[in-house]
């Protein structure tokens, strides 16, 4: 194979330190009932990115810088289209650890707080990285910049513990080239170690984040460095060093050309039991194709959580406006490449494909044309949705209880998209934004009593395109039921049983 082309130096970072020379160049949850399926009724096409991308039970998402929060366009945008957030520089090393042991995350806090109050979810980026740290990092060595690591994670892991759906913990940890060897960098010359130490610490620090491994120039199947890191997670996971997810920057240009076969790249990587998600996408000039393959890419492995391109507007980007990288132009009008992408996860919306193991006991599963009935049980507890007490007042949050059998845990689906609990009673979401309750409530035919069953388990509504979530991850009796933008956990993963 040829030399890996290099592609923009590392992860965007701010502008002042981009290389100018080188812009040119969910498996079905399966258990002992068969997942939830439902196809998108006729019309019903949504029309912002992660909406649609939600339908798959996947999200669509962005970088977000806090210095462009006031600009009401860029905000606009961002708010209507995205469902997950990446903040662009803000959680990097040099942001949130200036000087040793004083953290500083004033524009991390502003980042997540504009994402959560706005109903999305966060994925940090990044912990371990050999760029944008700090002087006072970079002039350490051995044994004093491998405790500085540690303790880096942890503080800044501490501070956002249980927030963050998912961590960038080690970025660009790999070579160009065809050595499909490590990078030669201070963080290396601790030993080579220091990943594996990097995942564990994070693992202990937040036991609730997905732990990622995030890298350019991975996407090609047949390149040295994507089979570094295959070989790296491989490793991995056959010892168990806690390795979730594995991020595809996917930074396409002349240079690193998209190939068709990073579908195979998406689907080698997940059939070692891990997520993974196209993390910094843009496109130098924006070709509309190319997007709608890498989205159709993702949409064909069940393992793919999402996308997140690296910018909103063209003059967001890293690349400069003039490279024409991403779905919205410069004065915020959408590209042909937005339609394509748009198209293409309208097109896939709730997968309808079988489970490919399906179970051998009695089971129902209720079918586009409604009439499913039964208990609805959560894969990550096992204990069936709820109405606490038997309660039949409106307003009453539902939640997780041992399965009993009984009426207040009895649903029906019908063909209005209801749940309906003691024939007259809806489950409803109180609100649009994450963490709103799902109660239950007469039934009234609005857009938030109807909900999108799909066959990888999660339960969408329609009015918001959040995922039903039992809250914080919980699996104990009374946990209650909320919903959330959906990543994939098994707390938002349903299966109905007969």
């Known amino acids: 194979m040829g030399a890996n082309a290099l592609p923009p130096s590392g992860s965007p970072r701010s502008i002042k330190t981009v290389r100018r020379a080188l812009v040119a160049g969910a498996v079905g949850v399966l258990g002992a009932a ?39 366009a860029y905000t606009t945008i961002a708010n209507r289209e995205f469902n997950m957030v990446t903040p662009e520089n803000e959680m990097k090393i040099d942001a949130t ?8 995350f004033t524009n991390g806090d502003r980042v997540y707080n504009w994402a959560v109050q706005n109903g999305k979810r966060v994925r940090g980026h990044t912990l371990a990285w050999h760029n944008q740290q700090p002087g006072w990092m970079q002039s350490l060595s051995g044994s004093d910049l491998r405790s500085a690591m540690i303790n ?9 513990k249980g927030k963050i759906a998912y961590w960038d913990v080690v970025n660009e940890a790999y070579a160009d080239g065809n050595s499909g060897g490590r990078r030669d960098s201070n963080l290396q010359r601790t030993g080579n170690d220091w990943i594996e130490v990097a995942f564990r610490t994070a693992r202990a620090a937040d036991p609730a984040a997905k732990l990622c491994y995030n890298d350019y120039n991975i996407e090609n199947w047949t390149w040295a460095k994507t089979q570094g890191v295959y070989n790296m997670v491989k490793d991995f996971k056959s010892r168990g060093v806690p390795i979730d997810c594995v991020g595809f920057q996917s930074h396409f240009n002349s240079n690193s050309a998209y190939n068709s076969n990073f579908r195979t790249t998406l689907q080698n990587f997940a059939a070692l039991g891990v997520d993974v998600a196209i993390t910094e996408l843009d496109v130098q000039g924006g070709s509309a194709s190319t997007y709608a393959s890498i989205t159709n890419d993702c949409l064909a492995v069940s393992r ?3 996308i997140t391109v690296w910018g909103v507007r063209d003059s967001d980007s890293w690349l400069g406006a003039n490279t024409s990288p991403l779905l919205f132009d410069s004065s915020g009008n959408k590209k042909a490449a937005y339609t394509s992408v748009l198209n293409a996860l309208n097109a896939a919306g709730p997968s309808t ?13 209720p079918t586009p044309g409604g009439g499913g009935n039964g208990a609805i049980k959560s894969a990550a507890s096992g204990r069936c949705l709820d109405v606490p007490n038997a309660s039949t007042t409106d307003g009453t949050q539902v939640q997780i209880w041992d399965c009993n059998g009984q009426s207040n845990q009895t649903w029906t689906y019908t063909s209005a998209q209801e749940l309906r609990v003691y024939g007259n009673k809806c489950l409803d979401a109180a609100g649009t934004g994450n963490g709103v309750k799902v109660q239950i409530y007469s039934c ?3 857009d938030n009593q109807k909900w999108r069953l799909n066959s990888d388990g999660t339960i969408v509504g329609v009015q918001s395109g959040l995922c039903l979530d039992a809250a914080g991850q ?13 990543w994939g956990g098994n707390n938002q993963k349903w299966t109905w049983t007969s």
Request: hydrophobic content about 35%.
């Open 474 to 486: 919980g699996t104990a009796n009374g946990t209650q039921i909320q919903i959330y933008s959906c």
């Open 353 to 365: 494909s079988p489970s490919p193991n399906p179970p051998t006991s009695p089971s129902s599963s």
């Open 34 to 72: 068969m997942a939830l399926t439902v196809s998108v009724p006729a019309g019903a096409a949504a029309s912002t990115l992660g909406a649609a991308a939600a339908q798959s039970g996947r999200y669509f998402g962005t970088a977000i810088a806090a210095g462009k929060l006031g600009d009401s």
């Open 304 to 306: 793919c959580v999402g």
């Open 444 to 446: 009234w035919g609005g």
């Open 97 to 104: 650890e200036p000087n040793r042991n004083q953290f500083n």
């Open 152 to 160: 880096h994670i942890n503080g800044v892991m501490a501070h956002y």
